[in-house]
């Protein structure tokens, strides 16, 4: 019943930034878990980011630390991915999810996934 709805993806510059925005619609108290991956054609599924709706601290790939930030707006149901010093390796899809838990996210575990949305560096 939980439904993802994505935006903010683009073509960027390299070293731009960009803010993807999440917003989780139906019993999204039930699956606190939110986070995001990403993915390239031909590639596996790629885990980017994660964090629990009422826990403190966040999990990132190590290629992506220091660089993006997720974030939470508890009024509106939001998650954020603000993704600063963006390169070209970043490009892809990009997707939000949820689960039970913020492990549940970082290992895929039972996840309901976004629609994606396409993020694109160029150098």
């Known amino acids: 019943q939980v439904q993802l709805e994505e935006s903010g993806g683009g073509v960027v510059q390299a070293g731009d930034s960009l803010r993807l925005s999440c917003v989780e619609r139906?019993?999204?108290?039930?699956?606190?878990?939110m986070g995001w991956y990403r993915q390239v054609p031909g590639q596996a599924r790629e885990f980017v980011a994660g964090?629990?709706?009422?826990?403190?601290?966040?999990r990132y790939l190590d290629s992506v630390q220091g660089r993006f930030t997720i974030s939470k707006i508890d009024n509106e149901n939001m998650v954020i991915l603000q993704m600063n010093d963006l390169k070209v390796e970043d490009t892809g899809v990009y997707y939000c999810?949820?689960?039970?838990?913020?492990?549940?996210?970082?290992?895929?575990?039972?996840?309901?996934w976004g629609q994606g949305t396409q993020v694109t560096v160029s150098s």
């Open positions: 999810v949820a689960g039970a838990t913020a492990a549940d996210v970082r290992f895929n575990r039972s996840l309901t």
């Open positions: 139906g019993r999204s108290l039930d699956r606190p878990g």
């Open positions: 964090v629990a709706w009422h826990g403190h601290g966040a």
